[in-house]
């Protein structure tokens, strides 16, 4: 089972999720704006995708900019700022096998499969 957590607003989002079935993945389609993570579910995304959870962060959201923009915050500060506002999570991500990827550009959703 692959997850793809979407947002079908985005288009790299549903480009990624396109890709996903044109390799008729088994998917499973979290709307994560609708549903949104967990602490834990994001800090475990985070290690599945070896990065900070800082680095997962939308910086060109508005409100990235009014409320977080120059603030050094701690891992779990990060991770309790994407929980609390699900739009600053990077999108599309997709999970397998315990890897992650951001599929930015969505070609990138091609390693992991």
Do not use: F
């Not at 602490?39 to 977080?68: D, F, P």
């Not at 999108?91 to 070609?107: C, D, L, Q, S, Y």
């Amino acid at each position: 089972m692959t997850k793809i957590y979407h947002n079908p607003r985005c288009g790299k989002s549903r480009n990624a999720l396109t890709l996903l079935q044109e390799k008729d993945e088994d998917l499973d389609i979290i709307e994560y704006l609708k549903t949104p993570l967990t602490e834990n579910e994001l800090t475990t995304l985070i290690q599945q995708l070896g990065i900070s959870a800082e680095s997962l962060v939308r910086k060109g959201e508005n409100i990235y900019k009014e409320q977080y923009k120059g603030k050094n915050l701690s891992e779990n500060q990060w991770v309790e700022a994407m929980v609390q506002n699900p739009i600053l999570i990077e999108r599309p991500i997709v999970v397998k096998n315990g890897r992650a990827v951001i599929g930015r550009p969505p070609e990138n959703v091609l390693e992991i499969l």
